[in-house]
């Protein structure tokens, strides 16, 4: 089943083509990766694929959806979280979870026994009334995902989830998304990090707008020529006419 | 001659122990990386040494004044470019650099020379508003404010933080630029990536220092011997791996993933680690396309060993 499905997708502000024409398709459980350099248009790609922002054409389909005329349908059927914002600093561990559970409409005798679950699961039971603030931070993104995806959504959006964080939370935050992707959650992740290109499924890299590749990381390391992703990155950001400077 | 010199370092917040005793010396003209994740203790060691924030206890000396007794000698002679964006966001580019200047009694023009390279990159739209720029604008105007009072000692925390690894290229090319003119560069990255581009680095964890040194020794001193592992289910594989009983370590890296070996079940095998065996392992736990072998240790696997 495809959960993503993006035809000529074009975004413009004003006469400038923040996003250029762009076509896929994201299978269910699928890892897909979205890269691109800073300013290449993947912010704005995501913003309409989350139901945030009207595209100046194309068609999209998100979760089954359309994202013009069923945007309110998009949002309450994916997850979305970033590095930047996840959680609520001033508000317990379980507040959290309680919150992001009713925004979303989890049926409320779920909730409290779905919290201990995923508590127990993450090891955090005796965090439970930890302010996040004060929780270390590759914690705290672990239990950003879970919050992202505690109404078990068909998609989630990663938005740089792993900058800043310790090499070894790091890994451990790619092993949630295999699970949940495993559980048969799609994940859709931007990230720097280009050894965190490699543990996708599929890769897209963006330059000037538009998807310049597109598929695993064995074939493209193929076509390419490059012994790794970071290779391939430098490879085609530096034909990037439009520059973020 | 010594640009920085910290002695037994410590700062707590409350209960919380943010630099737990640190000590380096960093000669002039060198750059040197501080390296962790977030929440390790880099910007309370900037925010010290850069004189706006007061240690517990410990000394530090910046280009020959103390911290303490001569911070505001410091303060005349050190550029700091903090990890949030700190600059005048309803300025434009150009009075930021004006205002700039004229705290520090100089000019754009008389130290034209010294950033050159960056500030000329976004020049063009020195008319523009600070908070209107974009990340990469931010981050040139942020560097061009710092070093426009000619600093001895420069300061950069996490400059590259959430930067696409081609504009990172960039950014090291120019710190390269300012090495090249005599200005020491304490400079703190939360990417491992970037340890080798530095001439000594330290690695940061809990407010501590894991090791100090080149990044070239740092990866020599790696105490285990690494494998890289890679079948056609890489993700069973990490779950397989880890059941076994000889392997130590393992850990995703990019396409294969890194294990280190038990320290008994070597001398068991007179030292040497039985390949044949663990492929045999993983046979039997139907991956295909196996492939074993011994790749030499990179920063983050230093990283994580010294932390671990």
Known sequence: ?245 | MTAVEVKDLKRNYGKVEALKGISFKVPSGEIFGIIGPDGAGKTTLFRILTTLLLADSGSAVVDGDDVVKDFKSIRKKVGYMPGRFSLYQDLSVEENMKIFASIFNTSIEENYHLVKDIYSQIEPFKKRKAGALSGGMKQKLALSCALIHKPTVLFLDEPTTGVDPVSRKEFWDMLYKLKMQGITILVSTPYMDEASLCDRIALIQDGSFLKIDTPQNIVDQFENTLWSVHSNNMSKLLKDLRTNINISTCFAFGDTHHITIKKDSLIENGGEFDQMNLRKFLEEKDHLEIDIKPIPAGIEDCFMELAG
């Open chain 1, 1 to 245: 089943m495809k959960v993503i499905v993006a035809e000529n997708l074009t975004k413009k502000f004003g006469q400038f083509t923040a996003v250029d024409t762009i076509s896929f398709e994201v299978e269910q459980g699928e890892i897909f990766g979205f890269l691109g350099a800073n300013g290449a248009g993947k912010t704005t790609a995501m913003r309409m694929l989350c139901g945030l922002s009207k595209p100046t054409s194309g068609k999209g389909k998100v979760a089954g959806f359309d994202i013009y005329k069923q945007s309110e349908d998009v949002k309450a059927n994916i997850g979305y979280m970033s590095q930047k914002f996840a959680l609520y600093d001033d508000l317990r561990v379980w507040e959290n979870l309680r919150l992001y559970a009713g925004i979303y409409g989890v049926p409320k005798k779920e909730i409290d026994p779905k919290i201990d679950n995923l508590l127990a699961t993450l090891g955090l039971q005796d965090e439970k009334n930890t302010m996040v603030k004060a929780l270390p931070l590759g914690w705290k993104q672990k239990l950003a995902f879970s919050a992202a995806i505690f109404h078990e959504p068909k998609i989630v959006f990663l938005d740089e989830p792993t900058g800043g964080v310790d090499p070894v939370a790091r890994r451990q935050f790619w092993e949630l998304i295999y699970d949940a992707a495993d559980r048969g959650i799609t994940a859709f992740v931007t990230t720097h990090y280009m050894d965190e290109a490699e543990y996708c499924n599929r890769v897209s890299i963006m330059v000037d707008g538009r998807i310049e590749a597109l598929d695993t990381p064995k074939n493209l390391k193929e076509e390419f020529k490059a012994e790794n992703m970071d290779q391939i990155f430098h490879q085609l950001a530096r034909k990037a006419i439009r520059t973020d400077s």
